[in-house]
């Protein structure tokens, strides 16, 4: 509760243009219940016509995320599989 995760896709159509979504998930209560339901919008839908390096990618990101209002919310939890 409370908090936002986003998943990201990239694919790309018969002429080879790529495109990504960025999609936001989060859990909300039921008014009046203790049932939970998942949530889900999508936040930016994108053609990628820039390089498709890591920094590049990274900054489009960055630039949706900001495009939607959510850039100042967001923070980085990193989990290691070692």
Known sequence: MGQVSFTMDMWSDK?????LAITAH??????GTSALR??????????V????TGESLANIV??????AGVTLKVRHQY???D
Not at 15 to 19: C, I, S
Not at 26 to 31: A, D, G, M, P, Y
Not at 49 to 52: G, W, Y
Not at 62 to 67: A, E, Q, T, V
């Open 26 to 31: 989060w859990i909300t209560r039921v008014k």
């Open 49 to 52: 016509c820039e390089d498709q």
């Open 62 to 67: 960055l630039r949706l995320l900001d495009r």
């Open 15 to 19: 002429p080879l243009r790529l495109y």
């Open 38 to 47: 998942l949530e889900m919008a999508l936040v930016a839908f994108h053609q």
């Open 79 to 81: 989990s290691s599989c």
